[in-house]
T-cell receptor, first 111, second 114 residues
Framework: DGGITQSPKYLFRKEGQNVTLSCEQN?????MYWYRQDPGQGLRLIYY???????QKGDIAEGYSVSREKKESFPLTVTSAQKNPTAFYLC??????????FGDGTRLSIL | AQSVTQLDSQVPVFEEAPVELRCNYS??????LFWYVQYPNQGLQLLLK??????LVKGINGFEAEFNKSQTSFHLRKPSVHISDTAEYFC????????????FGAGTILRVKS
């Protein structure tokens, strides 16, 4: 079955640590996206990539970093510079100019 | 800048009653419009989309939405809801000129009561 796999489902971070969230897709989609979801705020775009080895900042990129070395993978690193990282993180992918498909998310909490 | 306003944060409704979830957007250029549904602790699932053509769009699970350009609205409707429709619903717009980068509303929680 084709789809988007996010791992882990739950992740805990200590103060001052970087953590990396995994997103893998086998849909052969060109574009991939990372969103942050907070209660009552909808989804906000962190980073997106429309092609391998290229990505753009979204609306809330500060404190985050990404890489796109392979078409099927788009990992997100939450750095220690992100002062309020507790949230639900959603990865999505799509063909260019087509609706996005979403993974099941990773919930990040601070210890 | 583009924005999406979902006018109700929560909508309680009895089973088998009709429901309308409201969505208004602002944009100076043409847009694509979407409704997504999210069940607890899951990702988003596409309900329906408006790209062009007929302004009445039918989606999955018996939902439909009507694009009204003059009122910049894209309200979601269902004539008879079920308990299983309890979820959070998100309206989103995508700017044609920027591919499908999505801007989301804050979401509406639909609570269906028996």
């Amino acid at each position: 079955d084709g789809g988007i796999t996010q791992s882990p489902k739950y992740l805990f971070r200590k103060e001052g640590q970087n953590v990396t969230l995994s997103c893998e897709q086998n849909l052969n989609h060109d574009a991939m996206y990372w969103y942050r979801q907070d209660p009552g705020q909808g989804l906000r775009l962190i980073y997106y990539s429309q092609i391998v080895n290229d990505f753009q900042k979204g609306d809330i990129a500060e404190g985050y970093s990404v890489s796109r070395e392979k078409k099927e993978s788009f990992p997100l690193t939450v750095t220690s510079a992100q002062k309020n990282p507790t949230a639900f993180y959603l990865c999505a992918s799509s063909p260019i100019n087509q609706p996005q498909h979403f993974g099941d998310g990773t919930r990040l909490s601070i210890l | 800048a583009q924005s999406v306003t979902q006018l109700d944060s929560q909508v309680p409704v009895f089973e088998e009653a009709p429901v309308e979830l409201r969505c208004n957007y602002s944009s100076s250029v043409s847009v694509y419009l979407f409704w997504y549904v999210q069940y607890p602790n899951q990702g988003l699932q596409l309900l329906l989309k408006y790209l062009s053509g007929s302004t009445l769009v039918k989606g999955i699970n018996g939902f439909e939405a009507e694009f009204n350009k003059s009122q910049t609205s894209f309200h979601l409707r269902k004539p008879s809801v079920h308990i299983s429709d309890t979820a959070e619903y998100f309206c989103a717009v995508s700017l044609m000129e920027y591919g499908n980068k999505l801007v989301f509303g804050a979401g509406t929680i639909l609570r269906v009561k028996s």
